[in-house]
């Protein structure tokens, strides 16, 4: 199984996963052009892939939604309540297939499961994405890791979790109040503590190989700073990989 996030942020986000010929995205915020010139850097066919799945209908998830899945020739898939609320952003040629979040979906080589996590958003929804014994999950945009994610992602070998800020840049930073409340909100987005918390119980308990932290404010974090805090959590227990809003992570290869 090959992983690459191909962009993350409040830029836009896309995360790339192939196994056996068949590739899907998570999310769809970076356009065609960038997608296709990210894939093909890492010698990696656009053809394959065969399904948009979409977390959540905020614009940096999905503005690229419907140009993707035109271009790709392939379906969008989202919660009921997701794909409802991006209807706006969409020509109507689209092939949508809304799921129930925890139904599982066969797709090609993988089985995917979808499971909630707590952001402000319509139905938002992280993914165990699992093709014979690999496994990835993925949880980005989530203000707190509930139970119910660490249970979702306790089998994964690989994670992309969000590390978005470092508590004390964002309480001194320029942001107005308002938004840093609802940052640090139950349905904001993880620091950077709060990330390596989740990936250490994960170490402890699950099959956790790597993880690549994602989501990273510009403004309230550092790369340096969020690979540190969450090393110190981790303590050498798995391999870190950061992301980036202009340019795709390292290639991933289980």
Excluded at 194 to 203: K, M, T
Aim: overall charge negative; aromatic content about 6%; proline content about 3%.
């Amino acid at each position: 199984m090959r992983v690459c996030v191909l962009g993350s942020g409040s830029s836009g986000n896309s995360t790339f996963i192939e196994h056996g010929g068949t590739a899907i995205l998570i999310d769809a915020g970076l356009s065609y052009l960038r997608v296709r010139q990210e894939l093909e850097t890492l010698g990696l066919e656009p053809r394959l892939i065969k399904a948009i799945l979409i977390t959540h209908e905020h614009g940096d998830h999905c503005c690229e939604a419907s140009s993707l899945a035109r271009r790709f020739n392939c379906p969008l898939y989202g919660s009921r309540r997701t794909l409802a609320a991006l209807r706006w952003s969409l020509s109507g040629s689209e092939e949508l297939r809304p799921f129930e979040i925890g139904k599982e979906l066969e797709l090609g080589n993988f089985r995917i499961t979808s499971f909630p996590v707590f952001h402000d958003a319509a139905e938002p929804c992280g993914y165990l994405i699992t093709s014979g014994e690999r496994s990835v999950g993925l949880a980005t945009d989530l203000g707190v890791v509930s139970r119910a994610v660490l249970d979702s992602l306790a089998s994964c070998e690989v994670v992309v979790l969000e590390a978005n800020h470092d508590l004390e840049m964002l309480k001194t930073g320029p942001y107005p109040w308002e938004l840093k409340q609802r940052i640090r909100s139950e349905v904001g987005h993880l620091s950077n503590a709060a990330c390596g918390e989740a990936l250490a119980e994960l170490a402890r308990k699950g099959q956790l190989r790597a993880a690549f932290l994602a989501h990273l404010s510009r403004t309230n974090n550092r790369p340096e700073l969020a690979l540190q805090t969450v090393q110190n959590y981790l303590d050498g227990r798995a391999e870190l990989h950061l992301t980036w809003q202009d340019r795709r992570s390292e290639l991933l290869i289980l």
